[in-house]
């Protein structure tokens, strides 16, 4: 079974931290996302990558930055964490062969808080 | 125009009935179209896609597009409690998704 992690269920940080999400997938999956769900809004795409070192903005990319240093990790990072970053943040995988791409793995998320 | 809309719900239905839920989308560059199911407190988890158009069927449940409407459906036959969720569609494009805001189903025993 793909089994995606994510290092924290739940976070609280103040404004103007540094914060960083860690995702790990044991699936040898070339892509890897990072989303964010908030009521009445759904899932949306932070940054993707779809391989070591490379990485794609998605829809809301700003105030966010990625790291992927190796496969199966993938960072997300709130370079100075605001209030309205409170959020479910999900990283996801999926291989790159064709159709399969677009079966993406979903990690059980992170609730973060900023206060 | 969004690309993907789903119907907000919550939708509430007794156990047994037969649940459709719908969605349509904008892009017709869409091949691939994806319907995740997500407990509470979870992250969503595939269910099933079709690639273009045409039916899937997966046990309990029927994953339909009509590319001519633009529109997405998942029927679930002979509901359960344990499929009380939130169901999001998605179109996929480029090796990315778009997803739909979800619709929360309950089935009452």
């Known amino acids: 079974d793909v089994k995606v992690t994510q290092s924290s269920r739940y976070l609280v940080k103040r404004t103007g931290e540094k914060v960083f999400l860690e995702c790990v997938q044991d699936?040898?999956?070339?892509?890897m996302f990072w989303y964010r769900q908030d009521p009445g809004l759904g899932l949306r795409l932070i940054y993707f990558?779809?391989?070591?070192?490379?990485?794609e903005k998605g829809d809301i990319p700003e105030g966010y930055s990625v790291s992927r240093e190796k496969k199966e990790r993938f960072s997300l990072i709130l370079e100075s964490a605001s209030t309205n970053q409170t959020s479910m943040y999900l990283c996801?995988?999926?291989?790159?062969?064709?159709?399969?791409?677009?079966?993406?793995?979903f990690g059980p998320g992170t609730r973060l808080t900023v206060t | 125009q969004k690309e993907v809309e789903q119907d907000p719900g919550p939708l509430s239905v007794p156990e047994g009935a037969i649940v459709s839920l719908n969605c349509t989308y904008s892009?017709?560059?869409?091949?691939?179209f994806m319907w995740y199911r997500q407990y509470s407190r979870k992250g969503p988890e595939l269910l099933m896609y079709?690639?273009?158009?045409g039916n899937k069927e997966d046990g309990r449940f029927t994953a339909q597009v009509d590319k001519s409407s633009k529109y997405i459906s998942l029927f679930i036959r002979d509901s359960q409690p344990s499929d009380s969720a939130t169901y999001l569609c998605?179109?996929?494009?480029?090796?990315?998704?778009?997803f739909g805001k979800g619709i929360t189903l309950s089935v009452r025993p």
């Open positions: 996801a995988s999926s291989p790159s062969s064709g159709g399969r791409s677009y079966e993406q793995y």
């Open positions: 699936m040898d999956h070339e892509n």
């Open positions: 990558s779809y391989d070591v070192k490379m990485k």
């Open positions: 892009n017709s560059a869409f091949q691939y």
């Open positions: 079709t690639y273009s158009s």
């Open positions: 998605a179109t996929g494009a480029n090796s990315k998704l778009t």
